[in-house]
């Protein structure tokens, strides 16, 4: 933990300022719903694609995607490479569709398409997974700034909270898309001014680490046999397809972009600039994250606090200096991967470049809660209130809830945040469940797009069927004993590739058997 220069302080609430400012500044006009959810339909596509691309590269991804290509490979890289596909896919066909609807939510023409239930289904996951977002972002950014900055996590959580709150609320979609954009510009600056501080500290430079990762075999993208058992390169290709698919296809944070594009093309072209830049962005994250490796083998003591502090961690209240050292010695790289960006940052970030580092890593943590903020309060605003409540709303009373529902999901998600300091368990399970079923949320919507005849109650079986898919693969590998053989022998990642085949595949087989046992009138 080190105590803030105030210089570096002096960045940091430059950068907090200018954010709210610019909330402040799109507030002039902020004065109907239209303007508030979709910025009246006026961004141009290359800042809408900037801010999928910030919203993207979360906070997770800042500090996680490090992690692993240190205690593995790039295995993980593979994700991204299955991008361009889920994005060919979006701009041919979701991107069209969800512009021809009219409609703000992504979930209303569900139901439509099937019925009240399949709308509420997917405002719930949606909800759900969000709450458990923010909460995760939250806690993860106060984490890594506590150990960076000195101040307790609490204290992080609420300032960024305020001030993401603040300008997400007065500026509106406008807002959240013009401070992404540059918030996107700040975290790959970030990412860039970290990898050049890592590179400069190993002797070699990038042809050591080239050296070091080729002889440890950690530029390997994974096994390429075709077993979905290990995370091979086709389980994670496929898991990377499905999950982009989804987040093109039904998540309410994308989808609401589409229609702030000025046209159909615009937001078509905003799908290829968040690829074209999200691609090698995440390749920039695993090298830097591979050159840590070789850095720390260059100089392996400089490691060593790091895996005291993880086997201290393991160990609990009560141990001895003999048994801290003895666990840390058996560590394997990979147990403490997560925490090596973080301790770099600490230990070899020099004063004046924190304050920039700090501040990349809040816009990568801010980009994405206020987005999720305004999707969610739109989705309430639309798919429950209005439905549910009041469905003759004039449009000040619907910009007055827009307002409200933005501030209470923002401090929802800051007290989810703040829950995980004492709770993080029950938070992990929360996490764990709303993923359960929004696995099911990408079926459905294939299903209803793809199958002109498929009804309600097909539908309504098939989500049923798959959801109870999805369940069973992420349980069962809690069974022992004598039920130890109805275990699913896939990878986790094939849960949503599973779970949506299944939802989808099994709604157009009972739509063939409807079809066939119907009896034509007159017959």
Not at 179 to 184: D, F, I, L, N, R
Not at 229 to 249: A, K, P, Q
Not at 491 to 510: D, E, Q, W, Y
Request: charged fraction near 10%; aromatic fraction near 14%.
């Amino acid at each position: 933990m080190r105590n803030l220069p105030l210089f570096d302080i002096a960045i940091i609430i430059i950068y907090l300022l200018a954010m709210v400012a610019v909330g402040f500044y799109f507030s002039k006009r902020n004065k109907n719903s239209t303007q508030f959810t979709s910025a009246s339909g006026r961004i141009p596509g290359w800042a809408i694609g900037l801010s999928i691309y910030a919203t993207f590269l979360s906070s997770n991804t800042f500090l996680g995607v490090p992690g692993k290509a240190f205690g593995g490979n790039w295995n993980a890289f593979v994700f991204s490479i299955s991008m361009p596909l889920a994005a060919w896919v979006a701009s041919k066909y979701f991107v069209p569709f969800y512009r021809s609807t009219g409609e703000i939510s992504a979930y209303t023409h569900l139901e439509k398409r099937f019925g009240t239930w399949a709308r509420t289904y997917a405002v719930i996951c949606f909800l759900l997974t969000q709450f458990a977002r923010m909460g995760t972002i939250f806690f993860g950014i106060a984490l890594s700034l506590q150990a960076l900055t000195g101040f307790s996590m609490s204290s992080i959580m609420i300032v960024m909270g305020i001030c993401i709150i603040i300008y997400t609320v007065l500026g509106g979609m406008e807002a959240v898309i013009w401070t992404e954009v540059a918030q996107g510009i700040i975290k790959t600056l970030g990412a860039l001014l970290i990898l050049f501080l890592v590179i400069k500290e190993i002797p070699g430079g990038f042809s050591q680490v080239f050296e070091i990762a080729t002889a440890d075999n950690k530029l390997s993208l994974g096994s390429y046999s075709p077993n979905f058992v290990e995370s091979t390169f086709w389980v994670v290709l496929l898991y990377g397809f499905f999950i982009n698919l989804n987040n093109f296809g039904m998540d309410q944070n994308y989808i609401q972009r589409y229609h702030t594009a000025r046209s159909a093309k615009q937001a078509s072209r905003s799908v290829w600039v968040c690829v074209a830049m999200y691609v090698p962005a995440s390749l920039l994250f695993f090298i830097i994250g591979t050159s840590l490796y070789a850095y720390y083998n260059v100089y392996p003591e400089l490691i060593e606090p790091v895996k005291l502090n993880v086997a201290a961690e393991r160990l609990g209240t009560v141990f001895t200096t003999q048994q801290a050292n003895d666990l840390s010695n058996s560590l394997a790289v990979g147990d403490y991967g997560d925490k090596v960006l973080p301790h770099f940052m600490v230990t070899k970030v020099p004063t004046g470049l924190v304050g920039l580092i700090v501040s990349a890593l809040l816009s990568a943590a801010m980009s994405t809660i206020s987005s999720n903020m305004n999707a969610s309060a739109t989705v309430f605003t639309m798919d429950i209130y209005k439905k549910y409540f009041k469905p003759g709303i004039n449009d000040k009373q619907q910009l007055y809830i827009l307002h409200v529902a933005t501030v209470v999901f923002g401090l929802v998600g800051l007290g989810t945040g703040l829950a995980m300091i004492g709770a993080k368990s029950l938070l992990d399970i929360w996490w764990e469940l709303s993923g359960i079923f929004a696995g099911g949320m990408l079926g459905l919507f294939l299903l209803g797009l793809i199958s002109r005849q498929a009804r309600n109650a097909e539908a309504l079986t098939a989500t049923i069927i798959g959801v109870i898919v999805i369940l069973w693969m992420t349980f069962s590998d809690r069974l022992s004993g004598e039920y130890a053989f109805l275990k699913s022998p896939m990878h986790k990642n094939m849960i949503i590739v599973i779970g949506t085949l299944t939802i989808f595949l099994a709604g157009i087989l009972l739509t063939k058997l409807r079809a066939k046992t119907t009896v034509p009138a007159g017959g």
